[in-house]
């Protein structure tokens, strides 16, 4: 049987959690399901954790970057890898919500065309017990979205841009030059939104069919890049199409990912910010707060171990209450 959906996985360093992603993953997959995992020259046992899994799944291809090529360079090898009609990218600590692929081949399968599936998740914290946002009570849908008016899908979703919520057409994908969007850390949002002709059929899925570990990421060192710079970059490289809803959608994702003063003590307690950062990144999106402009520099100074020891604390708090509360 011919391959429909690849599951694509780029890694680095995440052994620890990438079996249990995979487990996720084998458990539901079908005879037209494949895995796809890329990863960028791990220092830890990856390549063992994969060699077990394709023990029990043969449809598992592994690749081994010759050294790390960054996360952007990994995410296109791993769908470069795939023989799939479609390619579900996933993060290699994330898990799929029991029945997922099945959902998902069903749309693809369906009578309606297709050329982009969107996912919605449900946010969890390291240990996969607590819930600490659903992405459908953010957004405020409560059912799929069938439509193809690409630029208003994308004026309302565009903030949605992580990686593991994107299901997209292969044959499409390769018709983009990838090149541009390299080192943003989202070329996979680039291609996808330049690749849709502004009448293409989209759907978004309302069921959330992602477990995403939120306090597990692994792109803190770029964050600020990402949220203040590169995000931004991907709106005004996209197609002219776009040009009349750019500056609405840019709008929507700003408000849905503003930086706040307890991100940067997060960021800071990483090691992922400082001075430098504060001086071209955080203190021109300040500006018109000085209050906070004073704040965020006050944190870009302080001691890492002691913003550590801050974030320990509060979380402590924090989700051990939630935790008892049963969420």
Not at 268 to 284: F, H, K, M, N, T
Not at 289 to 299: D, S
Request: aromatic share 10%.
């Amino acid at each position: 049987m011919s391959i429909k959906l690849s599951i694509c996985i780029p890694t680095y360093r995440r052994a620890r959690y990438l079996a249990e992603t995979l487990d996720s993953v084998i458990a539901q997959a079908t005879s037209d399901v494949e895995i796809i995992v890329s990863d960028n020259a791990s220092p830890d046992n990856t390549a063992e954790v994969v060699q077990a899994c394709q023990a029990r799944f043969p449809r598992l291809t592994y690749f081994r970057q010759p050294e790390n090529l960054g996360a952007d360079r990994n995410y296109l090898q791993s769908v470069a890898l795939a023989s799939g009609e479609w390619c579900w990218l996933l993060g290699d600590d994330d898990l799929l919500e029991p029945g997922a692929i099945a959902c998902v081949l069903d749309h693809l399968n369906g009578p309606c065309p297709l050329d982009f599936v969107l996912l919605l998740v449900t946010a969890y914290d390291a240990k996969m017990q607590t819930v600490l946002e659903r992405s459908a009570d953010v957004l405020g849908v409560t059912e799929d979205i069938y439509t193809t008016d690409v630029p208003a899908f994308f004026t309302r979703f565009f903030q949605e841009s992580y990686l593991s919520i994107f299901v997209v057409r292969r044959e499409k994908w390769n018709t983009v030059n990838a090149e541009k969007y390299v080192g943003t850390g989202l070329t996979y949002l680039g291609i996808t939104y330049e690749y849709l002709e502004a009448d293409a059929p989209v759907l978004l899925l309302a069921q959330p069919l992602v477990k995403y570990r939120s306090m597990n990421i692994s792109w803190t060192s770029s964050t600020l890049e990402i949220v203040l710079r590169h995000q931004r970059f991907i709106v005004d490289t996209l197609p002219a199409r776009y040009d009349a809803v750019k500056e609405a959608a840019y709008a929507v994702y700003e408000k849905r990912t503003p930086v706040t003063l307890k991100m940067l003590c997060f960021l800071r307690s990483e090691g992922s910010y400082d001075l430098p950062r504060y001086q071209s990144l955080v203190a021109p999106y300040f500006a018109a707060r000085p209050a906070h402009r004073t704040a965020a520099r006050l944190i870009a100074s302080a001691p890492i171990g002691l913003m550590r020891a801050v974030r320990r604390t509060y979380q402590g708090i924090k989700y051990g209450r939630a935790g008892r509360g049963g969420a």
